[in-house]
């Protein structure tokens, strides 16, 4: 968001960054701001439908998504040629990671929409290299 208000001008600007910045700004207002803050919409009627609508139904469909990202996912480690063994971790970053990063989106469109500015973290330079323990 931070990058998005700094190039606001390109919305308006003449030449290639114009141009990119009408199609590409709007793009990645839509698929990594305003989709996301939506996404946990989809957790909460998953949860209703499960308790007050069909719970089979609800289950089959949510096993089903998953299903869709684990050969998604499965089909991108066989080109990167991963190891299959790290696919076991999905369902936990569908039940736990995600759910985090949604706070994170959440504040984050908060902070901006109240006008509050996050600083960049600086690392203090010392100028000395120490050797890691351990190493001989």
Known sequence: MQALWKHRKSL???GPSGRFGRVGMPLVVIFQIVTPVFAPLIDV????????????AALLAWLAVLGVQLLRAAYAFRLDRE???????????????RQMMYLVLIHSCITAL???????????????VGTPAGAS
Do not use: H
Not at 45 to 56: E, N, Q, R
Not at 83 to 97: G, I, N, V
């Open 12 to 14: 308006t600007g003449k």
């Open 45 to 56: 009627f998953t949860v209703y439908s499960m308790i007050f609508v069909d719970f089979t």
């Open 114 to 128: 109240t006008g509050g500015r996050l600083r960049w973290q600086k690392l203090k330079r010392t100028g000395e």
């Open 83 to 97: 190891k299959y063994r790290y696919l076991l971790m999905m369902p936990l970053q569908q039940l736990a990671y």
